[in-house]
T-cell receptor
């Protein structure tokens, strides 16, 4: 299984403060993703990356930014956290790519963020 | 844009029985992949089974199998001989094979196995 770790696993912060979540992989995979999970919505894509310094927006990208300066790290930043960003955040990496293989995503353990 | 619909927010079944979770999707693509992920109370997302759209044969993994109906855009998950450890949220997901790396999820079905 791919090595993927998220930090922090839990965080409580106040409205208006900046927050950065880190996703670290040890597998040198090209694709990395950030999702948020909320009741009644399943998992929704925030941003994803297809290489170092190559990122793109998902369906719920407002209020979030990302950076990928190294293959192994994908950072998600909330510049000024709001209560609507209280959620569980999942990082994922793509384990295979190509016309001959299904694009299986492996997920981290999740980071629970509470914005008061 | 692709959409994935899971119309059963919650289901429950007696241990050892068989249960089927429904999933429908909408896409204009012809080649794509479908997945079922399981999320137990630990919150970890675990891949249960995957199906490649160009394969007519339904995927099977031990007690888990799918009924893939491409024309109807339906992708249901059957769990046979259900066990207490199957209690979890189950998410259906879709990804296109052509340059779109974004996995689209349904809203999930909460499955409870009753002892």
């Amino acid at each position: 299984d791919a090595g993927i770790t998220q930090s922090p696993r839990h965080k409580v912060t106040e409205t208006g403060t900046p927050v950065t979540l880190r996703c670290h992989q040890t597998e040198n995979h090209r694709y990395m993703y950030w999702y948020r999970q909320d009741p009644g919505h399943g998992l929704r894509l925030i941003h994803y990356s297809y290489g170092v310094k190559d990122t793109d927006k998902g369906e719920v990208s407002d209020g979030y930014s990302v950076s990928r300066s190294k293959t192994e790290d994908f950072l998600l930043t909330l510049e000024s956290a709001t209560s609507s960003q209280t959620s569980v955040y999942f990082c994922a990496i793509s384990e295979s790519r190509g016309s001959s293989g299904a694009n299986v995503l492996t997920f981290g353990a999740g980071s629970r963020l509470t914005v008061l | 844009a692709q959409t994935v619909t899971q119309s059963q927010p919650e289901m429950s079944v007696q241990e050892a029985e068989t249960v089927t979770l429904s999933c429908t999707y909408d896409t204009s693509e012809n080649n794509y992949y479908l997945f079922w992920y399981k999320q137990p109370p630990s919150r970890q997302m675990i891949l249960v089974i995957r199906q490649e759209a160009y394969k007519q044969q339904n995927a099977t993994e031990n007690r888990f199998s799918v009924n893939f109906q491409k024309a109807a855009k339906s992708f249901s998950l059957k769990i046979s001989d259900s066990q207490l450890g199957d209690t979890a949220m189950y998410f259906c997901a879709f990804i296109s094979n052509f340059g779109n790396e974004k996995l689209t999820f349904g809203t999930g079905t909460r499955l409870t196995i009753i002892p």
